[in-house]
């Protein structure tokens, strides 16, 4: 009876060994996926930061440019009291309080490709009021 359950431990840890070594290979491989997600989830977030200042700091500086010509424009033309010069400071003006209202501080707001496409309408009406035909607020200049 010794020599048969020395037979089986003998089995048992050839078996086990065995094991062993299919089991590694499966805990290398969780284990490296678990590494590697880690890994990938700091870059893409370390990437998602920089692409996120980048493109933020495009949109404020356009929309700077808008509101400093919209405000240059406005001083210009409050000295006159026509009619025509009427229709251009009221665009002027609508132009100014949407940039006013725009969520600078929201990156998650819902409409903010949608009002930043209604700022650009409306600076393009307001920019075509004031006879300008090329101006790249990318620039800055006429």
Same mark, same amino acid.
């Given at each position: 009876? !010794?020599?048969?359950?020395?037979?089986?431990?003998?089995?048992?840890?050839?078996?086990?060994?065995?094991?062993?070594?299919?089991?590694? +290979? +499966?805990? %290398? !491989?969780? +284990?490296? @996926?678990?590494?590697?997600?880690?890994?990938?989830?700091?870059?893409?977030?370390?990437?998602?930061?920089?692409?996120?200042?980048? !493109?933020?700091?495009?949109?404020?500086?356009?929309?700077?440019? @808008?509101?400093?010509?919209?405000?240059?424009?406005?001083?210009?033309?409050?000295?006159?009291?026509?009619?025509?010069?009427?229709?251009?400071? *009221?665009?002027? +003006?609508?132009?100014?309080?949407?940039?006013?209202? %725009?969520? @600078?501080?929201?990156?998650?707001?819902?409409?903010?490709?949608?009002?930043?496409? *209604? =700022?650009?309408?409306?600076? *393009?009406?307001? *920019?075509?009021?004031?006879? =300008?035909? !090329?101006?790249?607020?990318?620039?800055?200049?006429?």
């Amino acid at each position: 009876m !010794h020599r048969a359950a020395c037979a089986m431990a003998a089995a048992d840890s050839k078996t086990d060994l065995f094991d062993g070594i299919l089991m590694a +290979e +499966e805990r %290398f !491989h969780g +284990e490296g @996926y678990q590494d590697g997600y880690a890994e990938g989830n700091r870059i893409g977030v370390t990437e998602g930061r920089i692409y996120g200042s980048l !493109h933020g700091a495009r949109i404020g500086s356009e929309i700077g440019c @808008y509101l400093g010509f919209a405000l240059t424009w406005q001083c210009l033309l409050h000295k006159c009291t026509n009619e025509k010069h009427s229709k251009k400071l *009221k665009a002027l +003006e609508s132009l100014i309080g949407m940039i006013q209202k %725009f969520p @600078y501080e929201d990156p998650t707001y819902d409409k903010l490709q949608e009002d930043l496409e *209604k =700022i650009r309408g409306k600076f *393009k009406q307001a *920019k075509t009021g004031t006879n =300008i035909q !090329h101006w790249n607020p990318a620039i800055g200049i006429a």
